[in-house]
């Protein structure tokens, strides 16, 4: 997600609209938090909040302490602690907001181990950034010839490079455990840099990596969904939804995460309505649910012995029923009930001029008539006899 102008340069700054990081709409980086603080400083005698929130590849995020006291703002380039020399990324937030952030995210901003920020990025540090950024791709498909040729059942799926190119954080998914030390000694021995793998799950291999969901717009995972709730197949039945894996399924290959989003709707709906498996007596025979529609309230049955005529009942009427049967009552029959539910259908449109035809303005074609033709041009041939 980003601004129709915003485009990303060779130093990482977005160069389009050149609001490094803060365009318009605030969608220049993935997962990004609108910082509606920017603009207001803090009140009398209060320091600034030491603690930044910077993002790194994708939507990899960590939280750094400003020891320095730098002036930072969204979109700066900055040097950050790791665990052997330095990583580079972007400022994405700054101030009291990222106190709260860090709150939502069981962060203790008092922990004297949170890693610090160095400094602003010098420009050495962003061409070397920028260079071990430009070698990830080629890396990415070497390892993973390299982990075919060992028959490894695992897919790399990601490389990121650190800050100062001293180290490469491979990304992989796989299925079972997987005994990747020969994978390493190889690797290393091949680009001569250190090796770390780390293994993620499904749903966030296609937040790393992004993508367009079947209803055409960015995946949430990886534009503002940060939390991944499991996804059951009760979800789609709930929603009345065809169990059809190959709809239901996302990119991750996971039941999509959009499935919980109306759930709540539904199950408020179904409290009080009718089960599919409802069993309706009349004295014409046993009745069967065929269908029903939460929102409009409507249920249909059928005859055993008719299954193929469907009667139309409200959620009201069935509950009568039900509550009839409860008590050893028979109903006559359903269609005394359905006979209830008819409605005249209205005419939405009426034609007032009394012209229907999509075509009424178009001029009707002039038939030539082929003998008056021939007539004029005969005439035409005739010599003229003179006197």
């Keep these: ?52 929130e910077v993002r790194f590849k994708n939507s990899r995020k960590e939280f750094f302490r400003n020891s320095e006291k730098l002036s930072l703002s969204i979109g700066d380039v900055v040097a950050t602690q790791a665990k052997s020399g330095h990583d580079v990324g972007m400022v994405t937030l700054t101030g009291e907001l990222v106190r709260v952030q860090m709150t939502k995210k069981k962060i203790d901003y008092k922990d004297p181990e949170l890693p610090k920020l160095y400094r602003k990025a010098s420009q050495k540090d962003i061409d070397i950034w ?25 897919k790399i799926s990601d490389v ?27 690797m290393a021995k091949a680009f001569s840099i250190r090796i770390e793998m780390r293994q993620i799950g499904y749903r966030q291999e296609a937040q790393r990596l992004g993508g367009i969901g079947s209803c055409g717009r ?3 995972c990886s534009t503002w969904l940060t939390d991944f709730r499991s996804v059951s197949t009760a979800a789609a039945r709930y929603q009345q939804l ?48 065929q269908k029903s529609d939460i929102f409009k309230e409507t249920l249909w049955f059928s005859y055993r012995n008719d299954p193929a005529t469907w009667h139309t009942l409200k959620k009201e009427q069935v509950l009568e029923i039900l509550e009839k049967n409860k008590k ?30 999509l075509t009424r303005f ?21 010599p003229v006899k003179n006197e």
Excluded: H
């Design 218 to 220: 960015e995946l949430c």
């Design 130 to 154: 920028q260079k071990c950024r430009n070698k990830e791709e080629e890396i990415k498909k070497r390892a993973r010839e390299i982990a075919i040729v060992l028959k490894l059942q695992m």
């Design 1 to 52: 997600m980003g601004c129709s102008s915003c485009s990303t340069g060779k130093d990482g700054q977005p160069k389009g609209c050149k609001n490094n990081g803060t365009c318009g709409t605030d969608g220049c980086n993935k997962l990004t938090v609108f910082d509606w603080l920017s603009n207001m400083s803090p009140p009398n005698g209060q320091e600034q909040f030491n603690c930044v």
């Design 160 to 186: 990121e490079f650190q800050g100062d190119g001293s180290k490469a954080t491979f990304y992989y998914t796989a299925e079972d455990r997987v005994d990747f030390r020969q994978l390493i000694k190889d």
């Design 242 to 289: 065809s169990l059809n894996p190959q709809k239901l399924a996302g990119q991750c290959g996971k039941l999509k995460c959009c499935l919980n989003y109306e759930l709540d709707m539904y199950l408020d709906a179904l409290k009080d309505f009718p089960s599919n498996d409802s069993k309706l007596q009349t004295e014409k025979g046993l009745a069967f649910c």
């Design 328 to 357: 050893g009552e028979k109903v006559e029959s359903l269609e005394d009930y359905s006979e209830d539910n008819v409605v005249e259908e209205k005419k939405v449109f009426e034609n007032v001029v009394g012209q229907d035809s």
């Design 362 to 382: 178009d001029q009707p074609k002039r038939r030539r008539n082929k003998n008056k033709n021939k007539n004029r041009r005969n005439k035409k041939k005739k």
